[in-house]
């Protein structure tokens, strides 16, 4: 894995990975380049499939450390479970390192069975880290990464910043080489956790029996289960033209072509209050063109919203999610009140405007996910242009400008249409 030193991992690290699944069940990603096969020696850090996980405590050695990577099943496996229906967990234990307050978890493509990883690389995980002595500390959290390649390299890479056709672009930025962060939540240690954190022998024997068998050993494998199902709304884009006559914007979304969208997702753990700690990224191949408006415009598309309730930390704890399985296929939209004053501004001319694929993030919106009624706030989304994703502005008339809020309406993911 070629990285820039500055976000490096440690170098001369071993990989070591044992699963809870037999090998027999264990058919590969046949479709993904799998690294070179461990062995004997020890291998340097850029050989290595690594995730970067922000811890927020103070870490000690790794002997004292625990980290458990659960893998759920792929968004198409996990539809046909029914609610209540428990999915079948898959857990890894990694070899990792730890710099300061990161751990460097190592995850080989192939430790993935089949159903546990999609045909573009995307696994959903929930990652666990423990620590032992007499503060133990615990935290949890759950996202979508993406095992992507490009040329020699390949490697763990987050989903918002890679586009979705993946395997239709021949390179990757270096920008987009580098591993897939995962923010860490403390979570509050219980009573019985913290027994078994604070005795080095109990500690020593977890870590040596954590995955003798699937749900054996001193710390099980839980499964997930769905416990309710909703639909609500995702802001997708939007358009902002002059409410004039002589012009007009339109959004053509994802007809029929891949596209990933990232959601907020929302813990509660034991109970408590539910914070957005999460993500997950969802892939669908349907899609819309929407008519010319000459408004202001928000779209949005409909999204089955799910709870799910497993117990982490050595099931000493409940641990509650609500988040997005898929889209449904259903749209609106909502006609907004104000022009934003976007400043990176270009004049253009009579005819029509179009931004399309050229770039990863299209939109973001830090509460475009609508789930208010049911958390008691909004979540964020980020969706992606990709060759189906374009936004049409008709100008005519002079004394027009394209205006991007973050960069150059070229490049940017919120435009709208201002005069000069």
């Known amino acids: 894995m070629k990285q820039n030193d500055s976000n490096r991992p440690p170098a001369a690290v071993k990989p070591r990975f044992i699963s809870a699944i037999s090998a027999a069940a ?13 062995n004997s020696q020890t291998l340097e850090a850029e050989d290595l499939k690594a995730l970067e996980v922000a811890v927020p405590f103070d870490l000690p050695s790794e002997t004292d450390t625990l980290v458990m990577v659960d893998v759920w099943p792929t968004q198409e496996a ?5 609610p209540d229906e428990q999915l079948p967990a898959h857990r890894i234990i990694p070899e990792f390192s730890i710099s300061q307050n990161t751990v460097w978890v190592y995850l080989e493509p192939t430790e993935f069975p089949a159903n546990y990883m999609d045909t573009a690389g995307f696994a959903d995980i929930n990652v666990q880290v423990m620590t032992a002595g007499s503060d133990p500390q615990l935290a949890d959290t759950g996202t979508t990464i993406r095992f992507a390649s490009a040329g020699s390299w390949e490697g763990w890479v987050d989903p918002a910043d890679t586009p979705p056709e993946l395997g239709e672009v021949a390179t990757l930025s270096n920008e987009q080489k580098q591993p897939a962060t995962v923010d860490m939540k403390q979570v509050k240690v219980t009573e019985d956790l913290d027994e078994l954190l604070s005795d080095e022998a109990k500690f020593a024997s977890l870590k040596s029996d954590v995955t003798v068998q699937e749900g054996g050993g001193v710390c099980p494998i839980t499964k997930p289960r769905h416990l309710l199902t909703r639909n609500r709304w995702a802001a997708t884009g939007e358009t902002f033209t002059l409410k004039t006559s002589d012009s007009t914007a339109q959004m053509i979304y994802n007809s029929g072509r891949e596209h990933s969208t990232t959601f907020g997702a929302a813990v509660s753990y034991g109970g408590g209050e539910y914070s957005a700690s999460e993500t997950r990224t969802r892939r669908d191949t349907w899609g819309q063109t929407f008519n010319y408006v000459n408004t202001y415009r928000q779209y949005r598309i409909n999204v089955e919203f799910r709870k799910y309730r497993v117990y982490v930390a050595c099931g000493s704890i409940r641990k509650d999610t609500w988040m997005a399985h898929h889209e449904t296929g259903g ?14 501004c270009q004049a253009v001319s009579n005819g029509t405007w179009t931004r399309e694929y050229s770039g990863y993030r299209a939109y973001e919106h830090s509460g475009g996910f609508k789930v208010k009624d049911i958390l ?16 049409n502005y008709n100008v005519t008339g002079g004394n027009k400008a394209m205006c991007g809020k973050e960069t150059d309406p070229a490049f940017a993911g919120r435009l709208a249409l201002n005069y000069q």
């Open 26 to 38: 264990m058919s590969a990603v046949a479709l993904l380049a799998a690294a070179p096969a461990a």
């Open 78 to 82: 996990e539809g046909k479970f029914t």
């Open 331 to 344: 749209t609106r939209t909502l006609e907004l009140g104000s022009h934003p004053q976007y400043r990176h």
């Open 376 to 391: 008691g706030f909004n979540m964020k989304v980020i969706s992606y242009f990709s060759s189906g994703k374009i936004y």
